[in-house]
């Protein structure tokens, strides 16, 4: 089931390039730095197999897809950005993200912000989602789109240029990056479960503490 999907999300990819070249390759991109995964391990390779072809060119590529990236990632930190800004006004958004919630983001991202911009913008899954954390913590801005600049740069590189290298077996990219997707997927739900359980027991011990 799950493969059948992959394939034709694929198929869609491949067709939307085709027809539209280096745009297409900019709006995929674009799409899935907006946290809506369309595999980039898809957009990228197949492109660059194009540039082998002659019909493409392997730097516009390039190109293109940085700059994608750094168009959805913008929009996605605004959209993270306005939903902190107007959670006072849901229960909902304002329970998902409190006040401890929001001021631990600050917090990591005034240590760490730009190292975890720069390489979660190459590390598959975290890349489609990591914009959100920015505009949450209200990461500056100029630092914010240099470093997803950066990271859009390699990320783009690595993979036009590799298919480039493979030509007909660009595919195999995909399938590599496919499996590192699940191994990530499977690290944040132990992250996330291991969040959970220590808010819970944090909870448990202040309540018992406080009676």
């Not at 993200?97 to 975890?116: C, I, L, M, P």
């Not at 969040?195 to 944090?202: E, L, M, T, V, Y």
Request: one cysteine or more.
């Amino acid at each position: 089931m799950i493969h059948s999907v992959l394939a034709y999300i694929a198929g869609i990819i491949i067709l939307v390039i085709t027809k539209t070249g280096y745009l297409g390759v900019g709006l995929l991109m674009a799409i899935d730095s907006c946290n809506i995964p369309i595999p980039s391990e898809v957009t990228m390779p197949f492109a660059g197999f194009l540039a082998q072809n002659s019909v493409l060119s392997l730097g516009w590529v390039i190109f293109a897809g940085t700059v994608g990236g750094v168009f959805g990632s913008v929009v996605s930190y605004y959209i993270a950005n306005w939903i902190i800004i107007h959670r006072t006004h849901n229960i909902f958004l304002h329970k998902l993200f409190s006040d401890h919630a929001v001021s631990t983001a600050e917090r990591w991202f005034q240590k760490y912000g730009n190292v975890s911009v720069f390489f979660g913008r190459m590390v598959p899954v975290v890349r489609t989602f990591i914009s959100l954390p920015a505009g949450v913590a209200r990461m500056k801005m100029s630092s914010f789109v240099w470093f997803t600049f950066l990271g859009s740069l390699v990320w783009s590189a690595v993979l036009a240029y590799g298919g480039y290298l493979l030509g007909e077996n660009w595919q195999h990219i995909e399938l590599y990056f496919r499996n590192a997707q699940y191994s990530v997927l499977i690290l944040i739900i132990v992250a996330c479960g291991i969040f959970i359980i220590r808010r819970k027991n944090k909870r448990k011990h202040n309540s018992s503490h406080n009676a």
